[in-house]
């Protein structure tokens, strides 16, 4: 009889150390995982910032799609100058003008222009959202650009709500994202 209640007792040690466990690993692997697909989708948003940054410096806007963005870099070229000597201090300077293909840029970067539509870590298929505009912001017409996705949308099994108990600041149905439409900056919500 004494045997049994010490198996016993050592079965209801076992779930409870079992329990404890799963309670203490839980918000563990939860912050793990938030930042492991965090920088992995943040990666991906900075090259398109790069990339979008790169069309607007041959077309004076910003991309409002992925196909023309990927368009656009595949077949121009993007402007470069260089000059020689002060042109504030000096009458005699020399300013070249010379382009250069934007594929070629975009390759130097490691930047994949056929995966770049593609949100890292979600369902095959699934893209970004992009929206770029003009916006008249202190009496000027300026362009902006927003770019992201939904924490739900990479989290995987972590995108549920019930895991905002683990991190005040994680809520699933936020944007991970750069840009904004009512102001001109191409900041990443990522850097506040």
């Not at 839980?26 to 790069?50: G, M």
């Not at 390759?107 to 770029?132: C, H, Q, W």
């Amino acid at each position: 009889m004494r045997s049994i209640i010490n198996i016993i007792l050592l079965l209801l040690i076992g779930a409870l150390i079992f329990t404890l466990y799963s309670i203490i690993k839980e918000p563990i692997s939860f912050q793990e995982a938030k930042d492991k697909r965090r920088e992995i989708v943040v990666d991906k948003l900075k090259e398109i910032r790069t990339s979008q940054e790169m069309f607007r410096d041959i077309t004076g806007e910003f991309a409002s799609n992925f196909d023309t963005l990927v368009s656009v870099l595949r077949t121009d070229s993007i402007r470069f100058e260089r000059v020689e000597g002060d042109p504030d201090a000096d009458d005699k300077f020399i300013r070249t003008v010379y382009f250069r293909n934007a594929l070629d840029s975009i390759n130097n970067l490691g930047i994949n222009l056929d995966s770049l539509r593609y949100v890292p870590l979600a369902s095959k298929g699934t893209e970004f959202s992009m929206t770029a505009d003009t916006l008249t912001y202190q009496k000027t017409l300026v362009n902006v650009v927003e770019v992201g996705t939904r924490w739900n949308t990479f989290m995987g099994k972590y995108g549920s709500e019930k895991y905002m108990k683990y991190d005040n600041s994680y809520l699933p149905t936020a944007m991970l994202k750069f840009g904004d439409m009512n102001t001109p900056n191409i900041t990443g919500n990522w850097e506040r």
